[in-house]
């Protein structure tokens, strides 16, 4: 079965850090563009970060400086690093894979984990 399963949200006080998880099963994450992307409330799905399958990375002008993401091919898992966490940075942030993906569009991303909550508290 072909899945990505994230983990690793919580609540954390601003200024905290958290570390989100994205591992995947059925297929390997080193042939594949993964992205985190993020949902407030009321607002649109923004992409927040993106690791290629050649490990170039970016990331969102808002998140820019604060988080960095990686990935561990033994691991199969791709990592989000997330610091000085912002009470705007609350949201449901999911992983999404692309194969041999050069970048991460958010309407072009073959598989999707289910998301995990992180709020931050002010």
């Known amino acids: 079965q072909l899945q990505l399963v994230e983990s690793g949200g919580g609540l954390v006080q601003a200024g905290g850090s958290l570390r989100l998880s994205c591992t995947a099963s059925?297929?390997?994450?080193?042939?594949?563009?993964t992205g985190w992307f993020r949902q407030a409330p009321g607002k649109e799905r923004e992409g927040v970060s993106c690791i290629t399958m050649i490990g170039i990375t970016n990331f969102g002008d808002s998140v820019k400086g604060r988080f960095t993401i990686s990935r561990d091919n033994a691991k199969n898992t791709v990592y989000l690093q997330m610091n000085s966490l912002k009470p705007e940075d609350t949201a449901v942030y999911y992983c999404?894979?692309?194969?041999?993906?050069?970048?991460?569009?958010?309407?072009?991303?073959?598989?999707w984990g289910k998301g995990t909550l992180v709020t931050v508290s002010s």
């Open positions: 999404a894979a692309r194969r041999r993906g050069a970048s991460c569009p958010g309407r072009a991303m073959d598989y």
């Open positions: 059925g297929f390997t994450l080193d042939s594949y563009a």
